[in-house]
């Protein structure tokens, strides 16, 4: 990995914009992150366990902060019904990994977020332990077969938080068990190179800076701003999802 002047500009400028994102949504930045750090000679393989780097410290503090706005006894649950939807997924990505389907999957998760984006505050749902359970089992499926863990967050849109903190919470705990399970199996397989570890140090200063500027203007909006924001997130995820999947059939 050659590093100029021009990279490390560019790797900050990426890391920035997409950690901005998460200080306000508190999910969404490899949406930004992954697609446009692969214009450069960045792969795949060194661009996500980068960023995991960079998503477990983070998801811990936000997590930690806001420990006290949510139940992490109540979350358990779901985050067993992912890691169990994650088996089957794992084991179907040799057979099954069809970019139709994955293109099936952006648009359902489009809907889903139209959906968020005009349902009215009357229709929130109490929740539902079948439900919950049906809907974290397959974002854990979606997760191991593509790497799409955003089911889950619709649900907790409808039903687990009555504001921001309790939301980003909730949410951020969850990714960072997730994590914390990829995180060993990459230490373990020696999965981490030295350009990778270069390629967090030169995204750190990125990173800080947009998390902390997102989060500074998230304290500036409303509840109804913020919750606006993270429908919008969510459907960005799915049209990335469909438009990468058409176009480049992947």
């Not at 002047?5 to 200080?23: E, N, T």
């Not at 359902?108 to 505050?121: H, P």
Request: charged fraction near 15%; charge should be positive.
């Amino acid at each position: 990995m050659e590093i100029t002047i021009g990279f490390v500009l560019f790797v900050f400028a990426i890391q920035f914009c997409s950690y901005f994102v998460k200080g306000l949504a508190g999910f969404g930045d490899p949406l930004i992150s992954n697609p446009m750090l692969s214009l450069t000679a960045l792969q795949n393989n060194q661009i996500t366990p980068m960023n995991l780097l960079m998503n477990w410290p983070l998801n811990l503090y936000i997590s930690f902060k806001n420990r006290k706005e949510f139940s992490v006894k109540s979350t358990i649950p779901m985050i067993v019904c992912i890691l169990i939807g994650m088996v089957p997924g794992l084991l179907c990505l040799k057979y099954a990994a069809s970019w139709k389907i994955k293109a099936l999957l952006g648009l359902v998760v489009v809907i889903c977020g139209v959906e968020m984006l005009t349902r009215k505050e009357s229709a929130k749902s109490s929740g539902n332990g079948i439900v919950m359970a049906l809907v974290s089992m397959a974002s854990g499926f979606t997760a191991g077969l593509y790497g799409i863990n955003l089911f889950f967050v619709a649900y907790i849109e409808r039903t687990g938080y009555v504001n921001r903190n309790q939301f980003r919470g909730q949410m951020c705990f969850i990714f960072f068990i997730e994590n914390t399970i990829r995180l060993l199996i990459y230490i373990f397989t020696g999965f981490y190179t030295v350009d990778i570890l270069k390629l967090a140090v030169i995204s750190a200063a990125g990173v800080i800076c947009g998390m902390f500027l997102g989060s500074r203007v998230d304290s500036k909006l409303s509840e109804a701003a913020v919750r606006r924001i993270i429908t919008i997130v969510f459907i960005c995820a799915g049209l990335s999802t469909l438009v990468k999947a058409v176009v480049f059939k992947i």
